[in-house]
């Protein structure tokens, strides 16, 4: 299964992304992520989310596999409208969103954590953009949120990682801690929120979303629109057959290879 949720007693709704080897999602996996945070944001039981993941990282974006092995440009829209449905889920949750970010995470899992409220991360994460290795765009609205302008501008064009320990400097990251204390940490910062009123939590998601300065769900669509010019040209799938060429004896290489990993 890619995606589960389990709502403790505590109001705390755990909602975990699952999909070896590398937690590259497929169409189907971006939907199930967008499905679960939209079922917590309307149970009233639910007082905050942490979204967190199985296996070597977070989230390694869209599965290029898919893509390549799949004529015209369905699961290419798809990819693009799941990554959309699954960012503004998280953003959109009626609840508070906790990211608890191991290993990995790289393209469409920078877009979930972006648009997420607090990241704690382990002492082994890092957060990357790769996408014009693979002829795409998209995230950069994402990553915006974790660095400063120039920062996000040097990895976009590099394609480079950031450690997570980095961004505790920018105030993005909450904290950094082993990766043997990640659930830990990310429940105790979740279970503060939950001892709140709900009702106010609520409000106050709603608030602090209408006071943005920049329409994520409006940037990222516009992101996209060149990531569809790009395909248009041919230049995306000569990439992506590169890249799934490359990689298809590596694909434990997204947690060594940190100038690399799957885009969105």
């Known amino acids: ?58 989230n390694a974006g869209v599965d290029i596999k898919e893509m390549q092995h799949t004529t015209g440009f369905d699961a290419l829209l798809g990819a693009n409208k799941g990554c959309f449905a699954a960012f503004k889920a998280v953003y959109e949750c009626a609840v508070p969103v906790v990211a608890a970010v191991n290993g990995f995470c790289v393209g469409g899992g920078v877009g979930l954590v972006g648009n997420a409220d607090v990241i704690v991360a382990s002492d082994d994460a890092y957060f990357g953009v790769p996408e014009v290795n693979q002829g795409a765009l998209g995230a950069a609205t994402h990553m915006a949120r974790l660095v400063p302008q120039h920062m996000m501008r040097t990895l976009y064009f590099t394609a480079r990682t950031i450690p997570a320990k980095d961004l505790v400097q920018f105030g993005s990251v909450l904290e950094v801690v082993p990766r043997d204390r990640l659930d830990d940490a990310a429940l105790k910062v979740a279970g503060e929120i939950a001892a709140k009123d709900t009702r106010v939590i609520r409000a106050a998601k709603e608030a602090l979303n209408g006071i943005d300065p920049i329409d994520v769900n409006k940037s990222y669509r516009w992101e996209q629109g060149f990531t569809f010019e790009l395909n248009l040209m041919g230049v995306s799938d000569e990439l992506r057959d590169d890249f799934a ?6 694909e434990h290489s997204v947690g060594t290879d940190k100038s690399k990993g799957a885009a969105q």
Do not use: C
Not at 245 to 250: R, W, Y
């Open 1 to 58: 299964m890619t995606v589960t949720s389990v709502l403790r007693p505590d109001g705390i709704r755990v909602v975990t992304m699952n999909a070896p080897p590398v937690n590259a999602l497929t169409v189907q996996g971006w939907y199930d992520v967008a499905a679960a945070l939209d079922a917590a944001g309307v149970d009233l039981d639910t007082k905050v989310v942490v979204l967190r993941a199985e296996g070597k990282g977070f």
């Open 245 to 250: 060429g490359t990689h298809k004896a590596n």
